[in-house]
C-alpha cells in the first residue's frame, strides 16, 4: 500500500501564505493609525512620538517609519481616512452619486448636511491638529496644511460645478462663488466654533450646514398664488 500522508502537516500554498502576511500588514497598518489618532489628539502633534506610537500599536518603530515615513506622514494618512467617512462606501464617492441622482435641489443640500456630519467630526480634529501645529512652527506641518486647504478646495470647485450642471443652484452664481459657499461650510473652523466651543450637538450642526447652504445657493422660492 502507498504511504499515507499526513495531511495536517502538509505545506500550505503559497497563495495563502501571501494572502496571510497581506492581511497582517493591512491589520498592524490600521493598528498603526488607530493609535496614532488616539495619541496625537489627546497629547498633541510635537509630544507625539514614533516609539509611543509603536509602543502603543504592538508593533516596530522601523515598521512605523517604514510604512509612514514619520509623523508628517503619519498625521496625512489619519486625515485622508477621516474623509472616507465612518464606514461603507467612501463619502466622496457617495456625495458624487448624491449629486447625480438627487432630484431634489433641497434634498440635496440636507444630504450635504449628512455627510458634513459625518466627516466633520472625523476630520475636523485632525485638520485642527495640523493647523496648531504649523502654527508653532513646524514647517512639515505647514506645507501639509497648505496641500490639505488646496486639495479641499478643489474638491469643493468638483462639487459646485456637480451641482451647477444639474440647474439647481442660482443662475448668477458662478463655480468660484459655489466652492467658496461649500468650502466656509465644512471648514473645521466652523465645526471648532460650533460644536467644539458652542456645544452643538450633529443634528443641530447638519440642519444648519443644510439651511446655509440652500440659503446661499438655491433660487428663492416661488411666492404662493392667491
Known sequence: MGQ?????????????????????AGESRERVLVQSRQLFLANGYGRTTIAAIARAAGVSKESVYKGFGGK????????????????????????????????????????????TTEVSPLGSPVFLLIRDAAASGDSDMAALLADVEEQRYRRMLHNARQVLGRGFLRADLTEEEVADVMFTCTSAELYETLVLKRGWDAGRYGRFIARTLAANLLPEPSPSSG
Open 4 to 24: 499515507v500522508v499526513n495531511e495536517s502537516r502538509a505545506p500550505r500554498p503559497r497563495g495563502y501564505d501571501a494572502r496571510r502576511r497581506r492581511e497582517a
Open 72 to 115: 508628517p506622514g503619519l498625521v496625512r494618512a489619519i486625515y485622508e481616512q477621516s474623509l472616507l467617512g465612518a464606514g461603507g462606501p467612501p463619502a466622496e464617492d457617495r456625495s458624487d452619486r448624491a449629486q447625480a441622482t438627487v432630484p431634489d435641489a433641497r434634498e440635496l443640500m440636507e444630504q450635504f448636511g449628512r455627510f
